[in-house]
T-cell receptor
Framework: DAKTTQPPSMDCAEGRAANLPCNHS???????VYWYRQIHSQGPQYIIH???NNETNEMASLIITEDRKSSTLILPHATLRDTAVYYC???????????FGKGTRLSVIA | EPEVTQTPSHQVTQMGQEVILRCVPI?????FYWYRQILGQKVEFLVS????????KSEIFDDQFSVERPDGSNFTLKIRSTKLEDSAMYFC?????????????FGQGTRLTVV
């Protein structure tokens, strides 16, 4: 089972920042935090990942707390097309697969 | 942008029939995966494949399932005798390296309906 906890749903106004939290209190030192999303019934889409430091790319920012027990995905200016289910995944070392939980259903509202 | 391609997009099959789902991973990728998602449920891992052999599989991936990379481009999932509960979206994915170092790219899925 996924070792993360996410709120089941969130709303965000279009144009505002969407902040999606994730708890991963059992994470160990060499495990990455990954974020994927699934728009409607499409295939999951990679967003961002990190280990210890905060990360930013063209899609989002990832803020990881110093103790690494939680993280926040930030979509800086949410659009209607960002409406999706967002999955926070802790990836264990080695050749282990992605394990998806239930994620957070983000609804961006006009 | 390179992408993972899955065919067909929708397949309807009768219970008990064999079905083969096809995937063309990104050309230089080395790791391949199948996932499924029953309507309204989580995305579930089925199997991972590397160097022409299964590297990991879930409890779902029983003897009814098999995977194959018959040539340098295709990656297939075969279900030998389909059951009603096999109805789901099946997603293929590929990655350049181990997932701890890179991202997985998913196809758009094949919707399998068993009647």
């Amino acid at each position: 089972d996924a070792k993360t906890t996410q709120p089941p749903s969130m709303d965000c106004a279009e144009g505002r920042a969407a902040n999606l939290p994730c708890n991963h209190s059992t994470i160990s030192g060499n495990e990455y935090v990954y974020w994927y999303r699934q728009i409607h019934s499409q295939g999951p889409q990679y967003i961002i990942h990190g280990l210890k430091n905060n990360e930013t790319n063209e899609m989002a920012s990832l803020i990881i707390t110093e103790d690494r027990k939680s993280s926040t995905l930030i979509l800086p200016h949410a659009t209607l097309r960002d409406t999706a289910v967002y999955y926070c995944i802790v990836l264990y070392s080695g050749n282990t697969p992605l394990v998806f939980g239930k994620g957070t259903r983000l609804s961006v509202i006009a | 942008e390179p992408e993972v391609t899955q065919t067909p997009s929708h397949q309807v099959t009768q219970m008990g029939q064999e079905v083969i789902l096809r995937c063309v991973p990104i050309s230089n990728h080395l790791y391949f995966y199948w996932y499924r998602q029953i309507l309204g449920q989580k995305v579930e891992f089925l199997v991972s494949f590397y160097n022409n052999e299964i590297s990991e599989k879930s409890e779902i991936f029983d003897d009814q399932f098999s995977v194959e990379r018959p040539d340098g481009s295709n990656f297939t999932l075969k279900i030998r005798s389909t059951k009603l509960e096999d109805s789901a979206m099946y997603f293929c994915a590929s990655s350049l390296g181990l997932l701890e170092n890179t991202e997985a790219f998913f196809g758009q899925g094949t919707r399998l309906t068993v009647v």
